[in-house]
């Protein structure tokens, strides 16, 4: 710990930046001093160049730390760490304990969504969380039985709901998609891509701005455009077909619905659009959000049915299968 004047808290202030402790994942020499607030005074509690054992972040996590603080100018530092370390993850993917490597592929994946959505011009970013997301559905597909366990374990993780929603989403979706056999490996893996990128609109808002108790209007209007916004994000960089880049601009087919928001043009009730969408309201249904705890599956099963049993009988059936199946697997 590293004591300053007052002179030098004040200028600390001003060049400090926050960063979540979720952030510092996986790193194993931070390569910047790390502050934390302790009585309103700055403390450096890791030293550039520190090794960083999981014990030290665990330990800030049982003292409440979760915010900590880094010198502007290091975000970038922090920022190629991190996909240096989703790079090398993404790599050995297949090698060694498969739920490990699961778990920590789901923590990389959203910890540079998050610093994605912080810059969403960078082609390097976005070709990076491609390859990555590509390699994650590969896995996940060969590897059901630790659907799971990576569910239970990346729960735990307390990733932002911004960025934890488009993976368990995408998970779900592969799941189903899988045990429906009426696509092959190709086109699932397409909507995997299609449902975990479907909401990097959502950049539009800053997310400490998510855990407001009221977004103003005018966020509140940039949130009901996100579909549209993700697809100016990502058209001619997904090298997906425009079909892909449609579904994402429907994606919220079924909250359009039911808050009486007529769509601008006619929507994609294709089977591919109402699934991408109806894994997407259970994920979000079945996980915390700050202003609610998560809610039983069969809650979420209940309301699906209100939503698709009549149009869609055996897509229902097929997802009543499929979460029975998947929440009584062993934890
Ligand atoms: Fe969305």
């Known amino acids: 710990m590293t004591a300053f004047s007052v ?155 911004i960025f934890a929603q488009p993976l368990i989403s995408s998970l779900f979706l592969l799941g189903t998609l899988k045990q429906s056999h009426s696509l092959g490996e190709k086109e699932i893996e397409n909507l995997f891509l299609t449902s975990y990128f479907k909401d990097v609109g959502m950049s539009a808002i800053p997310t400490p701005k998510y855990d407001s108790a009221q977004l103003s209007d005018q966020d509140k209007i940039l949130l009901l455009k996100h579909p549209t916004h993700s697809v100016n994000i990502l058209a001619g960089r997904l090298s997906l077909r425009p079909t892909y880049l ?33 894994t997407d309201v259970i994920a979000a249904m079945v996980s915390e959000r700050p202003y609610r705890p998560s809610l039983p599956v069969y809650r979420s099963l209940e309301y699906v049915k209100l939503l698709i049993a009549d149009q869609y009988p055996s897509e229902f059936r097929l997802l009543v299968s499929y979460f029975k199946q998947f929440y009584s697997t062993s934890k």
Do not use: C, W
């Open 7 to 161: 002179i030098q808290q004040n200028a600390l202030a001003l060049k400090l930046i926050p960063i979540h402790l979720r952030e510092l994942l996986y790193i194993t020499n931070v390569t910047f001093d790390v502050y934390a607030v302790k009585d309103d005074i700055y403390e450096i509690v890791l030293t550039a160049g520190q090794t960083l054992e999981k014990k030290i972040l665990k330990d800030f996590i049982t003292r409440g730390i979760m915010t900590l603080y880094i010198e502007e100018e290091n975000r970038s530092k922090l920022v190629d760490i991190q996909k240096e370390n989703l790079r090398a993850a993404t790599r050995s993917l297949s090698i060694g304990d498969s739920v490990e490597k699961g778990k920590r592929q789901f923590a990389l994946l959203s910890i540079n969504l998050g610093h994605f959505y912080e810059d969403t011009a960078s082609d390097d970013s976005l070709a990076l969380l491609i390859q990555s997301t590509k390699n994650l559905f590969q896995f996940l597909y060969d590897n059901p039985e630790i659907h799971r366990p990576l569910f239970d374990e990346y729960i735990k993780q307390h990733h932002h709901y």
């Open 246 to 278: 449609k579904i994402i601009e429907n994606h919220h087919l079924f909250t359009l619905l039911q808050n009486k928001i007529a769509p601008t043009e006619d929507i994609l009730t294709g089977f591919e659009t109402m699934m991408v969408s109806i």
